[in-house]
């Protein structure tokens, strides 16, 4: 009979590749896992909101920053599956519950506003920007996280996505502050 004695061996001198710290079997290396898993689910979901917004949008300013950032944003889903990979872990997608009401409420955005209208816009900025924001919190714990954890590779994986999220809400504001919101004013 096989028995899976699970005699919980904190030795860290048995993964040693891609590991500089010895916390695998930490409670905060599991939390840290746990919530890579939540924004591994938020990117998944945002890749598939991302075309609808896309299709909403009113400028073609907005449309194509929407489209940009749907690639991006696959880039971010690969990069946390190289995450995944470095901690030993599976990479796998547990619900968002944040996500899925910032999704949901951009839809809502959607539903409100008039097609063809730049305060249809100015909605979706303000909910793509939640979004964004969301994200960025959550890839400015984790990179903290795993500077404290010594996982410096993942660290800068991290550092990379958060870059890419603030360059994007910087990119909105942009889109927003340049002509859609006083646009959207007139209307
Ligand atoms: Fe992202
Ligand atoms: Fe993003």
Known sequence: MATTSKTSTKDASKKPTGLTGKMEDSEFHKFFVDELKDIYWAEK???KALPKMKKAATSTELASAFEKHALETQEHI???EEVFALVEEKASAKKCDA???LLSE???IIEDTEKGTMVRDAGLILAA???EHYEIATYGTLKTFAENMGHSDVVAILEQI???EKATDVALTQVAESFVN???SQE
């Open 182 to 184: 006083e646009q959207a």
């Open 162 to 164: 958060l870059e890419n």
């Open 99 to 101: 996500m899925e009401g």
């Open 106 to 108: 951009a839809d809502g």
């Open 45 to 47: 979901h945002l890749v």
């Open 78 to 80: 690969t990069k946390l």
């Open 129 to 131: 920007q939640k979004v």
